[in-house]
């Protein structure tokens, strides 16, 4: 039966109040800190009412695998081990989902990859299980530096997709994404991403909710499917399974059920756009040059409309905050006056471009660069300069690294 | 020159706490009410390979991030950075700004006389300091290297003050080490070891005391003058 009483107002064995987590997030007082991206998500986590997470340490999320267990050493978190791979985290993330917790884990790169098996899993299972991803490469040569090419591999798993720009995007949206996930209609695993290093290692002022409040315990009642039944979708593992498809029931199922996922991914919009304030963020959307972008690409982005500024150039911005649910719509009102489009990104296929072609009209539009991949950072100034030369501007030649 | 924006560029080998530094001067910088913004780049984390950090200084807010390519300062920890290519740039100094700063830690030049023309041609000056001998007469390890880079590029361009600092030095390396004390039974060793840091921190700080007198001493005296500050007010 669910639970009829709130723990609202009361505390945990650390003493944390149990709060309202619209109060938390948006009324509670902040305290301005100077933290590393790695050392914020423990700040998250410590205020999350998490129950299990569970760590493989892989570069750059290793920092914050452990520094969440320094915060299980002090109680915070409900159990915490390590997997013997990434492939097994992310399976017994699934188990500890199955069995009622609120889980939490972190990946990076190559495990990402590894585990790539169980996150079309985890959103068929409708397990509101929320992962870190600090971008890495994943090809080979081998990078431990950003590069945002493993969000492609995740946008079709039925996972939600968010992709923060900054340490403060992160603190936020790792307690707000759980609030999303864990909607009844929604009650789908998250993969909040961000650029390894450029946010994990990088120290930048972060205001932090208060140490003594945290979020309301997860309610396991309230998820839509049965808890560990193998009698009901999406189990139903030991009479009959769907896999062997012998009935009608069984082949209809799957029908259904793959439409239910992304049905649920619909479903979140609204509660994302209630939470992370909009799909999209915009600014001066009435120029006509644009830059849309997501994760650290939009800071490089605001640097680079500085420098245009200075030069005369009047150019736009649009932060996609979330992939998935994907922000057509909004990106489409957003660049309605734009004549050009540029869209920076930290990976050589340029996916993002290619989302946008596919949501406006006239997609000849898009810029789809610059690119950098293999760990290599963007500076503002070539941002300006590929901008300028599509203006038929004049440009500085730029002797940088490798030239 | 006074510029809203300082970009500070650290070239070291693993180990030698490039990153720490970088570190220390943003949460010195951050304490004195200025803007910052630091990260490290590195490889598989190794002794003695290449390892870089950036320190971004203003009177704005910073959103760039990621390799400094076009730096105003270049601090190099270590002569193999130049000597044997130990940096992710050759030349070491590429992508200087105009009107920049080089400080390399060396207690005999290591440049060539074209390296030392096309520095001149960018009008960028060069500060040679003895930082690891300075290190090992004032804190009496080299593990301070980093310290008297600190101090260097404090000393040149003043983007953080002394107090700011010390201030960091302590949360970085003191703080967490009072935090953990636990039982009464603890007490009594925690106390010994905090004992020897607060000695560290003592020596840490004195090396960065004096690697600051000498670098302000010689940009005094070669009229080098590279600040953090808004222009506009200035003129």
Not at chain 1, 249 to 264: G, K, L, P
Not at chain 2, 7 to 25: D, E, F, K, P, Y
Request: proline share 5%; aromatic share 8%.
């Amino acid at each position: 039966m669910a639970e009829i009483k709130s723990h609202i107002g009361t505390q945990n064995k650390k003493g944390q109040t149990y709060t309202d987590a619209w109060e938390m997030m948006h009324e509670a007082p902040r305290n301005p800190s100077f933290y590393t991206g790695s050392e914020v998500i423990k700040e998250a986590l410590r205020r999350a009412s998490c129950d299990v997470m569970i760590a493989y340490p892989i570069t750059p999320q290793s920092e914050a695998a452990a520094l969440i267990g320094e915060l299980f050493a002090e109680g915070y978190i409900g159990d915490y081990f390590r997997g013997e791979s990434e492939f097994a985290v992310m399976s017994q993330c699934a188990g500890a989902a199955f069995g009622g917790a609120r889980v939490f884990t972190t990946t990076a790169g190559p495990g990402t990859m590894r585990a790539m098996e169980n996150f079309p899993m985890w959103a068929g299972a409708r397990l509101p299980i929320q992962m870190i991803v600090t971008c890495r490469g994943i090809n080979s040569p081998l990078s431990i530096q950003p590069d945002t090419i493993e969000i492609s591999y995740l946008l079709n798993t039925g996972m939600l997709v968010w992709h923060a720009e900054t340490a403060q995007d992160f603190f936020d949206w790792i307690l707000k994404g759980f609030m999303v996930s864990e909607e009844p209609e929604v009650h789908l695993p998250l993969a909040l991403c961000c650029d390894g290093f450029f946010v994990t290692h990088t120290k930048d002022v972060v205001n932090l909710t208060p140490a003594d409040m945290c979020l309301p315990p997860y309610d396991p009642y309230r998820s839509p499917v049965p808890c560990m039944d193998m009698e009901c979708p999406p189990v139903r593992m030991m009479r009959d399974p769907f896999i062997m498809k012998s009935n009608y029931i069984s082949y209809a199922t799957h029908a259904s059920w793959q439409q239910e996922i992304w049905a649920a991914v619909e479903r979140s919009r609204k509660h994302t756009i209630k939470w992370i304030n909009g799909l999209i963020d915009t600014e001066n959307t009435d120029a006509e040059v644009v830059i849309v972008a997501s994760g650290t690409a939009v800071s490089q982005g605001r640097e680079a409309i500085r420098l245009l500024e200075d030069e005369g150039v009047r150019c736009g911005l649009v932060k996609v905050k979330s992939l998935r649910p994907w922000p057509g719509e909004e990106i489409r009102e957003a660049t309605k006056n734009a004549k050009h489009i540029f869209v920076p990104e930290f990976n050589v296929t340029g996916w993002l471009a290619k989302e946008i072609k596919a949501t406006i009209p006239n997609s000849e539009r898009v810029h789809a660069g610059p690119h950098v991949c293999g760990g290599m950072t963007m500076p503002p100034e070539i941002i300006a300069s590929e901008i300028k030369a599509a203006l038929g501007l004049r440009s500085e030649s730029l002797a940088g690294r490798g030239s | 020159m006074i510029k809203k924006r300082l970009n500070i560029r650290m070239s070291g080998l693993g180990g030698q706490g490039a990153v720490t530094a970088a570190h220390v001067m943003a949460m010195a910088a951050n304490r004195d009410g200025k803007f910052s913004i630091s990260n490290p780049f590195f490889g598989a984390e190794k002794r003695m390979a290449p390892a870089e950090s950036y320190c971004r200084i203003g009177i704005e807010r910073i959103y760039d991030r990621g390799e400094l390519v076009f730096p105003d300062v270049i601090e190099v920890f270590h002569p193999q950075v130049i000597t044997m290519g130990k940096s992710y740039t050759m030349p070491f100094y590429s992508g200087v700004k105009e009107g920049g700063v080089v400080i390399i830690n060396s207690a005999q030049p290591l440049l060539s006389e074209e390296d030392i023309n096309r520095l001149k041609d960018l009008n960028v000056a060069l500060f040679y300091i003895a930082g690891t001998e300075l290190a090992i007469e004032v804190a009496g390890t080299e593990l301070s290297t980093n310290m008297s880079m600190i101090g260097s590029v404090a000393g040149i361009t003043k983007c953080v003050s002394m107090e700011a600092l010390d201030g960091a030095l302590q949360e970085r390396f003191g703080k967490k080490f009072v935090a953990s004390g636990g039982t009464a039974s603890l007490d009594e060793a925690i106390k010994k070891k905090f004992a020897k840091k607060e000695m560290l921190l003592a020596k840490n700080l004195a090396t960065v005391k004096r690697a600051y007198e000498i670098a302000s001493e010689w940009a005094d005296k070669n009229k080098v003058e590279l600040r953090v500050g808004n222009p506009a007010v200035a003129a």
